[in-house]
């Protein structure tokens, strides 16, 4: 385990994608120990790599027994659980079969962490989640792929299960834009929305770096609580 630091103790599940490792990376940069949980730690033998202050375990957030195992070997506080788990590695052919309830477990497992901890849950979100008026983007059949609805649905049963959690647990859904990019040059500016799509901030490429900054920001100052609220870069200034 990391050693105790004065701005406490970031959990990040799904540390090996690109979105948990720029969290853990900016957890750091803010003097935040960082326990990275993965499936299979073998598989990132990068992460520990990021810094003293850094501590990787085999977990599993779709498993509620891995969960409170993973977290029986943290004595001290936690500050917040980072739920940055995704299911597939690149966009697949098909979701034919994907689990309704995936994201429900998810949203089970680390709102029970939560509460158990006493600490703040901040869940990376899904662009086809946000509102375009009365429907959501993945409902709308010329701007979201059909093979995909299955897991949009899946997402979205995970985003009325946060609903559903008690007052004890403080959520957020952090949702970035649709052009979040490994390709995007940080910035460290960004801008929140609530969950209605706005349009004209879509074109904007956005990094994993300053969806992090957002991150850690809702972590050290939150500001937005037990809802699904938007991020999006900001356009270069002309």
Known sequence: MPSERKAGLIVVFGAGGRAGKAVVRESLRRGHAALCVVRDPAKYPGL??????????AGDLTDAGSVASVLAQVPGEVTALVNAVAPFTATPDSVEGFDPDYYVG????LSQAARDRDCRAVEIGLFAMLRTGELRLFQDEVAFPAYLRPFAVARL?????????????DWLVLTPPPRLSPDARPTGRYRLGDDLLDRAATPVLFSYDDLA????DQIDTPTVHRCQAAVYGLAPAS
């Open 213 to 216: 900054v957002a991150v850690l």
């Open 48 to 57: 520990e790599a990021l810094g003293d202050e850094v501590a990787v375990v």
């Open 106 to 109: 998810l949203v089970e497992n």
């Open 157 to 169: 049963r995970g985003l009325n299960a946060w609903r559903d959690q008690d007052s004890e647990v």
